[in-house]
């Protein structure tokens, strides 16, 4: 899985899904070790899918094997291994209506063959995510706010037919308002992560969904997203413990401004696009397994990419979240993850890896033209994560 060896990286973590959950064998995930690679019994039928897929393989016989583990497991190297046991059932949080090309998330899925199941609002309140190791959240808004695109599309057919659907959605749920059904959908995510599930987010269910946590009991929209009023003082009411990963932000006000908080840096980011990439942090794989699985890649620089949400200012990052990836020179994070209960949570800031500024009905990305893209393998380095067989942080 390093730079030289692998020609398709994105498809050989859709292969060792593959193997956990068509044949239930066992992988081994070597850390740092070539980029991350992985280790497996050979098997004809392997070989065969491998080369299917289009992804390189290396045979090894039992001496080779022996050597290569010894050499990971000693104190003077950075590697570790980790037990790939069980192939994690997967959720996908997006309307029924959305085009599964709107989302980086179904994309990588996709393109590397590991199944998914779509959920929404009913699901979800109907206790659904019950039965997934893994959920994934839509580019949503939990804010009721219908991603602040009020200013620029206010007159366009798409957004006012998507307000007039989701209001009709939230009354059939028996909500009032869409503030009040998003907020109680982010109640349930909330508990289905402290019950022990992992949540993984990117671009604006990163910020949004910490916003209506915090925000829970108090009105934060104006008029033109829910029909009244918001609370007086909405500011100083807001309960920064209640949230996972954010505090101490400051909420936009303007409905015109198409920004949520201060958490996100997009309209603040003075970064030319040739020079905006941002840096993984390394840990000890032996001491600090589960960000170095996040974390693994055949590159340690990342290129950035825009988003709704695109990075997280670091001073609002909260003190016992881990930011695996940020760009020092600029004070922002890009990549966070953290516990909350008994489950895992990793934000992603931006929309798309290998689509830099990502506009309403832009194509979709060809991941036939990125099959190594470093962006791309940490949200799947997230979809096998539950697969791993967990040692508690020491640090």
């Known amino acids: 899985m390093d730079a030289e060896g692998q020609k398709n990286h994105l498809k050989a973590y859709g292969f060792v899904y593959w193997v956990l959950n068509t044949h239930q064998q066992e992988v081994k995930w070597l850390l740092n070790y070539q980029g991350g690679a992985f280790l497996l019994r050979t098997d004809d039928i392997f070989e065969k899918e491998c080369t299917i897929r289009g992804v390189n393989y290396e045979i090894l016989n039992d001496a080779e094997v022996i050597l290569i ?7 003077s190297k950075n590697q570790s291994e980790v037990i790939l046991k069980k192939a994690p059932k997967i959720a996908v949080y997006t309307p029924p209506d959305n085009l599964p090309w709107d989302d980086a998330v179904t994309l ?12 929404y609002d009913e699901e979800v309140l109907n206790d659904a995510l019950l039965v997934y190791d893994w959920l994934h959240l839509h580019h949503e808004d ?4 219908y991603g602040k695109f009020y200013a620029s599309y206010k007159a366009t057919p798409w957004y006012i037919n998507q307000k007039r659907a ?24 909330r508990d289905y992560v402290v019950g022990g599930g992992f949540m993984f987010a990117m671009c604006s269910a990163t910020d949004s969904f910490d916003i209506a946590l915090s925000a829970e009991g108090v009105d934060i929209c104006e008029a033109m997203f829910d029909g ?3 609370s007086p ?11 996972f990963a954010f505090s101490d ?15 996100d840096l997009t309209s603040k980011r003075k970064i030319p696009k040739d020079i905006d990439y941002f840096e993984l942090t390394e840990y000890s794989a032996k001491w600090d397994p589960i960000p170095t699985m996040l974390c693994q890649n055949h590159t340690t620089i990342v290129k950035g990419f825009m988003g709704q949400t695109t990075s997280f200012n670091i001073s609002q990052v909260k003190k016992n979240v881990l930011i695996m990836g940020k760009n020092e020179q600029f004070k922002e994070a890009r990549y966070i993850h953290g516990v909350k209960g008994r489950g895992f949570f990793t934000f992603y800031g931006g929309h798309d890896p290998e689509d830099y500024q990502h506009f309403v009905g832009d194509p979709k990305t060809d991941l036939e033209l990125h099959p190594n893209s470093p962006g791309y393998r940490l949200i799947l380095n997230n979809v096998l994560f539950p697969a791993a067989q967990k040692k508690k942080r020491k640090t």
């Open 69 to 75: 583990l010894k050499d990971i497991n000693s104190p």
């Open 108 to 119: 990588a899925l996709t393109y590397a063959e590991i199944p998914y199941e779509t959920i």
């Open 142 to 145: 939990f804010t009721g706010q």
């Open 166 to 189: 989701s209001e009709a959605y939230a009354k059939r749920l028996s909500f009032e308002k869409v503030s009040e059904e998003k907020l109680a959908v982010a109640l349930k995510i």
């Open 228 to 230: 009244d009023p918001s």
């Open 233 to 243: 003082s909405y500011q100083s009411k807001l309960d920064f413990k209640k949230t």
């Open 249 to 263: 932000f400051i909420l936009e006000r303007n409905p015109n401004v198409y920004e949520f908080s201060s958490i």
